[in-house]
């Protein structure tokens, strides 16, 4: 099997982490250099949907999203695990991960893509076609990525984790979310202080060198 | 435990059909009457994320996400599986449940949402201050919609349903997406013959009157 990742994107970063935390080696390939602005040719070619990360099986399966491919390697190689471990875990780390993806990976790109100047007419990943920037998105996303950090830092009041007592893909995603976008505008401000001490308490594993 | 559904809303209907597959009854409240256009404001009090559908359970945790909390229930009655069953199934039910969530229920709300006079700032789900349409994204959200149906369209020629042989909850999240979806202006066109059948395929299945 073959793992195409992009080493300067948030969202396949999450893949590298999650296969570190698990001691898991795949064979890896760059769909583009880190000066890069766009994905090579031939890979946009061999991936219809157009974006990182992608696994393919040596069937030829490809396996696109993230979250999609992290659940195959913990069908896999079960430990240690990343998706919690009995019914309710199951459920916290699928409530707090979905609520990562979309209102802090995805609302952070929201932002950053409808305003900064690199993403002039792309502003949505994966398609073809020109997509222009909508001024106001990077209002509503910033909005919505401020909303999603004052939820975490509530929810931290209680347990170290998103999830709970444990670490977890949640974890993985808002990690990645934050520590790309806040080099875009979107810091952790001092109205954080649980979610700076959850994020140094993250940085220092070393599955983030991934 | 207590399920907090909104009987019109296709979110929740998502986790109806689940628990009808699997033959489970849950105590249910609704959060709202049929006619009426908002939640109930003593759920929004009780639910911070302000969102059906809401598993609560006998200790008082709140599950938000309808993901979650079916994942929550397969968790607890395994049979039948509808998140598949190794992990090469298992990945192309979380590839395509994602991506239905995303292009197909999330897309369509965007589109109906930012253009429809009913959601006039209330163009965001979940959020207590108004959040005014954005023109542009009644267009944006109809094309990701679309782009779905046509990658939908092309996988269903290889199998019958959206993650393989097998249905799954990305047939349950793409199902409920569309059957609201197209009484908003957003049909299956003449364009998606396999679509069409797939979903008259869905629409046999006793659990859709959930």
Redesign the interface.
Known sequence: MKLYDWQIAPNPRRVRMFLAEKDITVDTVQVAGPKDMDLSAWFLEMN??RRVPL?V?DDD?Q???A???C???E??HPQPPLFGR???E???V??WE??AD?NCL?AGGESVRNSHPAFADRA?PG?PEA??Q?T??AE?GR??YY?FLA?AE?RLAAVDYLAGAFFSVADVTAFCAIDFWRKFRLPITADYPRLERWYARVASRSSTAA
Chains 1, 2 share one sequence.
């Open positions: 219809p949907r696994l099986l399966t396996i696109g999203e979250m999609a491919i659940r195959y390697f069908a896999r009995d019914a309710a199951i459920a916290q699928e409530m979905r609520e979309n995805q949505l398609y997509t222009p909508i106001e998105l509503r909005m919505r909303r939820l509530e």
